[in-house]
């Protein structure tokens, strides 16, 4: 599995040992006579920022850090279930509709500020562990991972205020640690109760308990800004079925998977992102577009990494699909490029274009300073589908790429286009 533009740095300290740093800081299980920002504060005063090492990019996720979380009682976190939980009665809705309704609850939040500065309603009274400066010290950190692994936006997020940028910062991290426990270097070590886990250690992320700093830099921005939890537990939701799922029956499925996996960026980033003043469209219109933006990337990834994904015997294609078309899983696995593959590829490059376009119908409606870094993506990672076909859909052997001349040209139109304003009568983004 592979989350558009997003891989894993995490943590590897003596502080991150899953159980009783956590735990002792803990509401209900507070050492008598320290309060959490001395204990804090007493982890890291011997060598300052030193004490953190946050590993290189192939360190990866220890499995013990997943461990030990709980609620304020001492029992075991009761782990919420995520966007579906496949009972049979809900075979008949629609992926994109379970999918909209958490779009709705999302566009709700942010309307909520809009009216009212005065009570958010969001995640009042978090409580961060340490100071001021360690804070920024944690958001500087993630920063770094950005610029490191994500020049190209980390360069557009610059052109933010101090407070969305690192907010942006944060999530990214967040993301890359969360696809690494199914991707990374200990993804073998990783089962279905270390994802319990996880989404235990988010929910405390949220609740105003975070375990490290990177988690600290996370808590305080859902703090700051109306971001729900659910895109993030629907992402761990996406870590599980990369746990169990190697098939997708249908493009219902598939979408389902894709929503999951990077259309929950989307969604966690527009409150960060924020929306235009002058623009008219609706508040859903515009979360629809960062969805689309999310679902276009991943199916884009798919159709880049057929021949890698297939090697680890996994197939993220519409199975009914590529009946239709004459193909099976033999034929995905043999690596074959026949006149039948090439058809069947064109319908999905056609596809995953049509989201990419209704993508770019909404970014220009996010706020001006915001528009730069997330148009620059979007047109960089359609030129793979380009790149695609200059390979003459060899995607089985040839990993499609763009260079970095293209990469240089996009730069300067992704931006010249970013400074065109909201359009008041877009017909599709219009308010009613």
């Not at 989404?199 to 949220?206: M, S």
């Not at 859902?222 to 029956?249: A, T």
Request: charged content about 25%; hydrophobic content about 40%.
């Amino acid at each position: 599995m592979s989350v558009a533009l997003l891989w894993v740095v995490s943590p590897n300290s003596e502080v991150s040992n899953g159980t009783g740093f956590l735990d002792s800081v803990r509401e209900g299980n507070r050492v008598p006579g320290r309060d959490r920002n001395s204990m804090w504060k007493e982890r890291i005063k011997k060598g300052g920022r030193q004490r953190w090492n946050f590993g290189s990019l192939n360190a990866g996720l220890r499995y013990s850090d997943l461990g030990g979380s709980r609620s304020r009682n001492g029992s075991s976190f009761a782990v919420q279930s995520s966007l579906v939980a496949s009972p049979a009665g809900e075979m008949a809705v629609s992926s994109e509709k379970k999918v909209y309704d958490v779009v709705l609850k999302q566009a709700a939040l942010v309307k909520r500020q809009l009216r009212s500065t005065d009570d958010l309603e969001v995640k009042p009274d978090i409580v961060l562990p340490g100071n001021l400066g360690l804070l920024s010290e944690a958001y500087d950190r993630c920063g770094e991972v950005c610029a490191e692994y994500a020049k190209t936006f980390y360069l557009g997020t610059l052109l933010m205020t101090p407070d969305r940028r690192r907010a942006i910062w944060a999530i990214y991290v967040w993301c890359r640690r969360t696809d690494g426990l199914v991707d990374g270097p200990n993804a073998s070590h990783i089962s279905p109760q270390a994802l319990d886990r996880w989404e235990a250690r988010l929910e405390d992320i949220f609740s105003g308990r975070p375990f490290d700093m990177l988690d600290a830099a996370l808590s305080d921005t859902v703090s700051r800004f109306p971001v729900d939890i659910q895109p993030f537990r629907d992402m761990v939701e996406g870590m599980r079925m990369d746990l169990w799922k190697s098939r997708y029956m249908n493009f219902d499925e598939l979408y389902l998977y894709c929503y999951y996996v990077a259309g929950t960026v989307g969604l966690m980033s527009v409150p960060i992102m924020g929306i235009a003043p002058e623009s008219k469209a609706t508040t859903e219109s515009v979360y629809n577009a960062a969805l689309a933006l999310g679902i276009a990337n991943q199916l884009t990834n798919i159709l880049r990494d057929v021949g890698e994904d297939a090697r680890r015997g996994r197939i993220y294609l519409p199975q009914d699909e590529l009946a239709q078309a004459g193909l099976s899983g033999e034929d995905i696995f043999a690596g074959r490029v026949t006149d039948k593959w090439r058809i069947f590829m064109k319908k999905q490059i056609q596809r995953a274009r049509k989201f990419f376009d209704q993508a770019e119908k909404g970014v220009a409606e996010l706020s001006s300073a915001s528009r730069w870094p997330v148009l620059a993506s979007l047109l960089l990672y359609r030129k793979i589908l380009d790149e695609i076909e200059a390979n003459d859909y060899n995607n089985f052997t040839r990993r499609a790429y763009v260079s970095k001349p293209k990469k240089l040209l996009t730069l300067p139109i992704a931006y010249a286009r970013s400074l065109v304003p909201p359009k008041l009568t877009s017909s599709s983004l219009t308010k009613t």
